[in-house]
């Protein structure tokens, strides 16, 4: 258990401090840096990305977009999803993070079976 946490946690932050100097594709970094270095199942190097930069994307998308009262996410909002609801995109902004990051997972935790041979 402390170490599906301990994984959690070093996701959200490399996704964090990644962040601030790569693009959007971070998530992919962080998630598979953790798969390679965090010896878990599947399942566990999945779930483990998965929140943690599920996490850390909506509270920073939702940081960054409050300070401007939400004026942008709205306008994207109507023009990609139909709605006026930047809180359905901050959502789906932070699952595409999440899901990202779990499927790097994954992978990483395939090489590192593959090359452990």
Known sequence: ????SAATIIS??????????LPWWS???AGLLVGLLMYQN??????????GVCLVACGYIFAVSSFNEHILAKR??????????????????????????????ITGRSFMLFFKK
């Open 12 to 21: 959200g932050l490399l996704y964090f401090a990644l962040g601030l100097f």
């Open 42 to 51: 599947y399942l566990a190097s999945f779930l483990t990305a998965f929140i």
């Open 76 to 105: 994207i909002a109507l023009l990609i999803l139909k709605q006026d609801s930047p809180e359905l995109l901050i959502a789906v902004s932070g699952l595409i993070s999440a899901v990202t990051a779990g499927t790097a997972a």
């Open 27 to 29: 998530s992919f970094i």
């Open 1 to 4: 258990m402390i170490k599906l």
